[in-house]
T-cell receptor, first 115, second 112 residues
Framework: GAGVSQSPSNKVTEKGKDVELRCDPI?????LYWYRQSLGQGLEFLIY????????KSGLPSDRFSAERTGGSVSTLTIQRTQQEDSAVYLC?????????????FGPGTRLTVT | AQSVAQPEDQVNVAEGNPLTVKCTYS??????LFWYVQYPNRGLQFLLK??????LVKGSYGFEAEFNKSQTSFHLKKPSALVSDSALYFC??????????FGRGTSLIVHP
């Protein structure tokens, strides 16, 4: 079946502009995660959605970052007033359930470059 | 709190030789442990996991990992490396929350 998809694959934007990144999880997966991966760094957790529960936003680095998940499926990560330090690869992942035992399935990522 | 350490930034091995990528963890309670692989310009791909049961876990592409509770380790192994195994490998641990903690990754380079 189809895996996790993300769009766009690459995004170049000017400092101060807003960007929207999209994630389509695997159908039937109730848990959805956003991560940020910078060069030479591991994965930085950003936000977690589980079903209809309130999202865990504890990883969002600033109030310029927000995310929503509509209908328990597609998710959008929005970065307002982008800064150069926001440049990174943004990864989305989904899993069957949001419990410890389930592995995550990752999308190919969106490479964001802020100039 | 939970944490995971991958002590080697890079591992070099000759094709055909056995490989080991190290991972140690810290977690309160029972650990759930995962290995993922990331090929260039791709997302992470699940390799294998330990939940409970046998300490030796077998996964995709001939990889296996051994859970060692006393040493709090979960090293990734393969008996005979291939050039195509060259990639970035991530260990992850989850101690009962819904958000796993990932290591910084280890770059595996297999030389022909």
């Amino acid at each position: 079946g189809a895996g996790v998809s993300q769009s766009p694959s690459n995004k170049v934007t000017e400092k101060g502009k807003d960007v929207e990144l999209r994630c389509d999880p695997i159908s039937g997966h109730t848990a959805l995660y956003w991560y940020r991966q910078s060069l030479g760094q591991g994965l930085e957790f950003l936000i977690y959605f589980q079903g209809n529960s309130a999202p865990d936003k504890s990883g969002l680095p600033s109030d310029r970052f927000s995310a929503e998940r509509t209908g328990g499926s597609v998710s959008t990560l929005t970065i307002q007033r982008t800064q150069q330090e926001d440049s990174a690869v943004y990864l989305c992942a989904s899993s069957l359930e949001g419990t410890s035992a389930y592995e995550q399935y990752f999308g190919p990522g969106t490479r964001l470059t802020v100039t | 709190a939970q944490s995971v350490a991958q002590p080697e930034d890079q591992v070099n091995v000759a094709e055909g030789n056995p490989l080991t990528v190290k991972c140690t963890y810290s977690v309160s309670g029972n650990p759930y442990l995962f290995w993922y692989v990331q090929y260039p310009n791709r997302g992470l791909q699940f390799l294998l996991k330990y939940i409970t049961g046998d300490n030796l876990v077998k996964g995709s592409y001939g990889f296996e990992a051994e859970f060692n509770k006393s040493q709090t380790s979960f090293h990734l192994k393969k008996p005979s490396a291939l050039v195509s195994d060259s990639a970035l490998y991530f260990c992850a641990v989850n101690g009962g929350s819904y958000i796993p903690t990932f290591g910084r990754g280890t770059s595996l380079i297999v030389h022909p």
